[in-house]
């Protein structure tokens, strides 16, 4: 079956600290991963991964994929109260009826002041 | 770019009204749009997939006829809620695509509370 597992569920940090979060997945016929971040409405796009090893970054975000191990991170530096959110991973596989995506359950980002 | 259009924001209505939602992409066309329920402190839950001039595929466990699903253009993708009663309040999102090799982008949403 195929599942995305994110690692933390939850993480609650200081500002100006640097957070990973994990995303794993087990995917038959991958095609993308994508990183989400939903604050109280719906979620935000961040990154769409398709190649192993190349990162991606968008100020102080950076996500990067590794299709043999089958993870990806999604990195924030220097973190702000804004960050505060819940992190989403998807992944879309290449197979069945319009790819719908496979979601993991997110992981809460508190960051405090 | 990528911007989804989803009105109304907030819904409180009588038990047995019938209420639509709207999403629309503003700029692109949306081959396919999705519909996701949430509850608080959940996942997005599918509920169901629409391309442009088809019917909608709906996921298991969700009922077509109380969840009427439209879309008539690339632009604009309906989700009427039927004789709406208590158990249907929930924060439904709406998402869009260009295509498989795009991300889906979503709307903000709309808070649907049935008294």
């Known amino acids: 079956e195929d599942k995305v597992v994110q690692s933390p569920l939850s993480l609650v940090v200081h500002e100006g600290d640097t957070v990973t979060l994990n995303c794993s997945y087990e995917?038959?016929?991958?095609?993308?991963l994508l990183w989400y971040k939903q604050e109280k409405k719906a979620p935000t796009f961040l990154f769409m991964l398709?190649?192993s090893g190349i990162e991606k970054k968008s100020g102080r975000l950076s996500s990067i994929l590794d299709k043999k191990e089958l993870f990806s991170i999604l990195n924030i530096t220097a973190t702000q109260t804004g960050d505060s959110a819940v992190y989403l991973c998807?992944?879309?596989?290449?197979?069945?009826?319009?790819?719908?995506?496979?979601w993991g359950l997110g992981t809460s980002l508190a960051v405090n002041p | 770019g990528a911007v989804v259009s989803q009105h109304p924001s907030w819904v409180i209505c009588k038990s047995g009204t019938s209420v639509k939602i709207e999403c629309r992409s503003l700029?692109?066309?949306?081959?396919?749009m999705f519909w996701y329920r949430q509850f608080p402190k959940q996942s997005l839950m599918l509920m169901a997939t629409?391309?442009?001039?088809?019917?909608?595929?709906?996921e298991q466990g969700v009922e077509k006829d109380k969840f009427l699903i439209n879309h008539a253009s690339l632009t604009l993708s309906t989700l009427t809620v039927t004789s709406a009663h208590p158990e249907d309040s929930s924060f439904y999102i709406c998402?869009?695509?260009?295509?498989?090799?795009?991300?889906?982008?979503f709307g903000d949403g709309t808070r649907l509370s049935i008294l």
């Open positions: 998402s869009a695509r260009v295509n498989l090799n795009q991300p889906q982008h």
């Open positions: 700029d692109f066309q949306a081959t396919t």
């Open positions: 629409s391309n442009e001039g088809s019917k909608a595929t709906y």
């Open positions: 995917v038959t016929n991958f095609r993308s």
């Open positions: 398709t190649s």
């Open positions: 998807a992944v879309a596989p290449n197979a069945g009826n319009n790819r719908k995506l496979i």
